[in-house]
């Protein structure tokens, strides 16, 4: 078990490479227990290969990284298991299993993990589960097919939820949702957290989220993090990226919205 | 007990006092659900304060037992307050399963969706093969909207690339049936008429099914896959918007080659039979090459091969159409396409069989004997 204080999430001197492409290099990043973690960065710097290097679905060339305090690297599939059922991943399209309905889905990993568990008691979580995520009553009958790319991400959100993890990752979110769709969204993502007393580690391009829910931020550049830290304190750093991405008119939008509602 | 979570029963001011200690987390749920179920007490008092952690279906089990039987809770910190708090909020009514239906009415339901998937493919064949009617003479009075470029690369994978393995399956079934035939006509000392029973086989049915099937198998599949994943990941549509008719660029130049290439590749066939069959009957009934290809020009009269020729295109055509039909017809998923692929090799090859025995009738009829 970790303790209290310890980061979540630990990743020291990460190297990532596609053949001769280096993605990562010395890449280091601590998430710490109960933040809202936000990750951006341009396209192709790597945002999503971090995500799945922590999760393990990708072995980096070298580095060092540590979930709950426990090593990922070279693990054998049985204890990586442990680790595992203690956290959600939400993938970008959703990934839900087209062969099953919403609430089969969000059974998958309550069956893999409790054997046991009576069918009616598991129907019962599975529905809670979606209203919590905040789909619509009839959704945990449906496929995923039947279902619109908001409600899909949703649904997605449910079975990451499934198993209550500590932790949960988040790959855009928010793409694609319509801005209605897309603060709910954040809503939902900061209630869960308040609620359920998550970590949440979230790769973004959506400023609008940034500045609404997110804790920390981390920029990533040059194969590395250039930068950690509320959005404040990388408005005051002299990055030419940082200052054109949180500047720039979209920046400066977001930026209104929110201070906008504060006053509100 | 220290992580496990348990709880103990007392009788306390005339109300049932379950105090919960350790974990009431998913990992116990299990137990603990059954042992609720049995108390049959009521006035519950549920009493948190020894519990160390709870998750969502901790919660729920609290929240169930506050719902169904009035439980009273107490000694609950603020977190865990507002776990049961949440959960009792998403305690809407849910469905979660598909409606119920009796077998009987299943069964019939899908005797009845299956017809009119029948119909509506025979119809909706009928409907893309007048479409391709009218891209082709769209193409014939715009000879530039030809794909020349993309009508070669199909020969390439339709024709040249099935060379080898129609080749080699219809060599060895050549001499599959000389030693068949061999072992009946034996029997009636007419061992030599092996070389006709080979010959006008061949010729007439054997290559141009054997060529059918494998392409039906190979490229109408690949056909369904092929345009069906452009379907998913919307290219087909955007042709459609930017002008590009699927039909002329997609679907003709499969079918054109299909059509072309099903007489060679069927005639190839027939030879490979042939040939197959010649080897059997050079080493096993010293029928020497120049006595068998003499009798083999003797036995096959020219019309066997007007029919292969004849029914060749047809089928090509009929493969091609049904794999591309398919193919356009994929909506949704992923899993779509996986079916879609199997409906088009099954519909080519039942279809190619059923025409092949309305073609055996016809040319009996007109004395193609």
Same mark, same amino acid.
């Given at each position: 078990m970790a303790r209290k204080d310890e980061p979540v999430?630990e990743?020291?001197?990460?190297?990532?490479?596609?053949?001769?492409?280096?993605?990562?290099?010395?890449?280091?990043?601590e998430?710490n227990r109960?933040?809202?973690?936000?990750?951006?960065?341009?396209?192709?710097?790597?945002?999503?290969?971090?995500?799945?290097?922590?999760?393990?679905?990708?072995?980096?060339?070298?580095?060092?990284?540590e979930?709950f305090g426990?090593?990922?690297?070279?693990?054998?599939?049985?204890?990586?298991?442990?680790?595992?059922?203690?956290?959600?991943?939400?993938?970008?399209?959703?990934?839900?299993?087209?062969?099953?309905?919403? +609430?089969? #889905?969000?059974?998958?990993?309550?069956?893999?993990?409790?054997?046991?568990?009576?069918?009616?008691?598991?129907?019962?979580?599975?529905?809670?589960?979606?209203?919590?995520?905040?789909?619509?009553?009839?959704?945990?009958?449906?496929?995923?097919?039947?279902?619109?790319?908001?409600?899909?991400?949703?649904?997605?959100?449910?079975?990451?939820?499934?198993?209550?993890?500590?932790? *949960?990752?988040?790959?855009?979110?928010?793409?694609?949702?319509?801005?209605?769709?897309?603060?709910?969204?954040?809503?939902?993502? *900061?209630?869960?957290?308040?609620?359920?007393?998550?970590?949440?580690?979230?790769?973004?391009?959506?400023?609008?989220?940034?500045?609404?829910?997110?804790?920390?931020?981390?920029?990533?550049?040059?194969?590395?993090?250039?930068?950690?830290?509320?959005?404040?304190?990388?408005?005051?750093?002299?990055?030419?990226?940082?200052?054109?991405?949180?500047?720039?008119?979209?920046?400066?939008?977001? +930026? #209104?919205?929110?201070?906008?509602?504060?006053?509100? | 007990?220290?992580?496990?979570?348990?709880?103990?029963?007392?009788?306390?001011?005339?109300? %049932?006092?379950?105090?919960?200690?350790?974990?009431?987390?998913?990992?116990?749920?299990?137990?603990?659900?059954?042992? @609720?179920?049995?108390?049959?007490?009521?006035?519950?008092?549920?009493?948190?304060?020894? &519990?160390?952690?709870?998750?969502? !279906?901790?919660?729920?089990? &609290?929240?169930?037992?506050?719902?169904?039987?009035?439980?009273?809770?107490?000694?609950?910190?603020?977190?865990?307050? $507002?776990?049961?708090?949440?959960?009792?909020?998403?305690?809407?009514?849910?469905?979660?399963?598909?409606?119920?239906?009796?077998?009987?009415?299943?069964?019939?339901?899908?005797?009845?969706?299956?017809?009119?998937?029948?119909?509506?493919?025979?119809?909706?064949?009928?409907?893309?093969?007048?479409? $391709?009617?009218?891209?082709? =003479?769209?193409?014939?009075?715009?000879?530039?909207?030809?794909?020349?470029?993309?009508?070669?690369?199909?020969?390439?994978? &339709?024709?040249?690339?099935? =060379?080898?393995?129609?080749? @080699?399956?219809?060599?060895?079934?050549?001499?599959?049936?000389?030693?068949?035939?061999? /072992?009946?006509?034996?029997?009636?000392?007419?061992?030599?008429?092996? &070389?006709?029973?080979?010959?006008?086989?061949?010729?007439?049915?054997?290559? /141009?099914?054997?060529?059918?099937?494998? !392409?039906?198998?190979?490229?109408?599949?690949?056909?369904?896959?092929?345009?069906?994943?452009?379907? @998913?990941?919307?290219?087909?549509?955007?042709?459609?918007?930017?002008?590009?008719?699927?039909?002329?660029?997609?679907?003709?130049?499969? /079918?054109?080659?299909?059509?072309?290439?099903?007489?060679? $590749?069927?005639?190839?066939?027939?030879?490979?039979?042939?040939?197959?069959?010649?080897?059997? %009957?050079?080493?096993?009934?010293?029928?020497?090459?120049?006595?068998?290809?003499?009798?083999?020009?003797?036995?096959?009269?020219?019309?066997?091969?007007?029919?292969?020729?004849?029914?060749?295109? /047809?089928?090509?055509?009929?493969?091609?159409?049904?794999?591309?039909?398919?193919?356009?017809?994929?909506?949704?998923?992923?899993?779509?396409?996986?079916?879609?692929?199997?409906?088009?090799?099954?519909?080519?090859?039942? @279809?190619?069989? !059923?025409?092949?025995?309305?073609?055996?009738?016809?040319?009996?009829?007109?004395?193609?004997?």
């Amino acid at each position: 078990m970790a303790r209290k204080d310890e980061p979540v999430i630990e990743v020291r001197g990460l190297k990532n490479s596609f053949g001769k492409q280096v993605v990562h290099e010395g890449l280091d990043i601590e998430v710490n227990r109960g933040e809202i973690f936000g990750v951006v960065g341009g396209s192709g710097t790597g945002k999503s290969v971090l995500m799945r290097s922590i999760i393990g679905l990708q072995v980096p060339d070298e580095g060092e990284v540590e979930v709950f305090g426990e090593s990922m690297i070279g693990r054998d599939e049985e204890e990586a298991k442990h680790v595992r059922r203690r956290w959600g991943v939400l993938f970008q399209g959703g990934a839900l299993f087209s062969t099953l309905t919403v +609430a089969e #889905n969000i059974q998958v990993p309550i069956r893999e993990y409790y054997p046991g568990i009576d069918q009616e008691l598991q129907d019962e979580i599975a529905a809670y589960k979606i209203s919590m995520s905040g789909l619509a009553s009839d959704a945990g009958a449906k496929y995923p097919s039947e279902l619109s790319g908001g409600m899909r991400k949703r649904a997605g959100i449910a079975r990451a939820l499934a198993l209550d993890p500590e932790l *949960l990752f988040l790959d855009e979110p928010t793409a694609g949702l319509d801005p209605i769709g897309a603060a709910a969204f954040d809503q939902l993502i *900061l209630e869960l957290r308040d609620a359920l007393g998550l970590t949440v580690f979230l790769i973004t391009h959506d400023l609008d989220t940034l500045y609404a829910i997110c804790d920390r931020i981390a920029v990533i550049a040059d194969r590395k993090v250039v930068a950690v830290g509320t959005i404040p304190e990388l408005l005051a750093l002299d990055h030419e990226w940082i200052q054109e991405y949180f500047r720039g008119p979209r920046g400066h939008a977001a +930026a #209104n919205r929110v201070n906008e509602k504060a006053e509100v | 007990m220290s992580v496990a979570s348990d709880f103990s029963r007392n009788v306390e001011e005339g109300r %049932c006092v379950l105090k919960f200690s350790g974990n009431l987390t998913i990992l116990r749920v299990r137990k603990l659900s059954e042992q @609720l179920n049995e108390i049959d007490a009521d006035d519950l008092t549920v009493d948190l304060s020894d &519990v160390d952690r709870m998750d969502t !279906v901790g919660a729920w089990l &609290v929240h169930k037992l506050q719902r169904d039987r009035g439980a009273k809770i107490v000694g609950a910190n603020k977190e865990q307050k $507002l776990l049961i708090e949440h959960v009792t909020q998403a305690d809407q009514p849910m469905k979660v399963k598909r409606e119920y239906e009796s077998p009987l009415i299943r069964v019939l339901g899908q005797v009845g969706a299956s017809a009119k998937i029948v119909f509506a493919t025979l119809f909706g064949l009928l409907g893309f093969f007048g479409s $391709l009617l009218i891209s082709t =003479l769209n193409i014939i009075r715009h000879p530039r909207r030809l794909r020349i470029n993309a009508i070669a690369q199909q020969f390439e994978v &339709v024709g040249v690339h099935a =060379l080898f393995i129609i080749g @080699l399956m219809t060599f060895l079934v050549g001499i599959v049936i000389a030693q068949q035939g061999a /072992v009946q006509l034996r029997q009636f000392g007419v061992e030599a008429l092996t &070389v006709n029973l080979v010959g006008r086989s061949a010729m007439k049915e054997l290559g /141009v099914l054997m060529t059918a099937i494998m !392409v039906a198998g190979r490229s109408g599949s690949a056909f369904a896959a092929q345009i069906g994943s452009m379907k @998913l990941s919307e290219e087909v549509d955007a042709m459609r918007t930017i002008g590009v008719s699927p039909m002329e660029a997609l679907v003709f130049p499969r /079918v054109a080659a299909t059509v072309l290439l099903m007489p060679l $590749l069927g005639f190839y066939a027939a030879i490979m039979v042939i040939i197959g069959g010649g080897i059997f %009957c050079w080493l096993s009934l010293n029928i020497p090459p120049v006595t068998y290809v003499q009798s083999i020009r003797d036995a096959v009269p020219m019309t066997d091969l007007w029919q292969t020729l004849v029914k060749a295109p /047809v089928f090509g055509m009929i493969i091609a159409m049904a794999g591309c039909y398919q193919g356009m017809q994929v909506q949704g998923n992923a899993e779509e396409v996986g079916l879609r692929t199997t409906t088009a090799v099954v519909q080519g090859i039942f @279809l190619v069989i !059923v025409l092949d025995a309305f073609f055996a009738v016809f040319f009996t009829a007109i004395g193609w004997t």
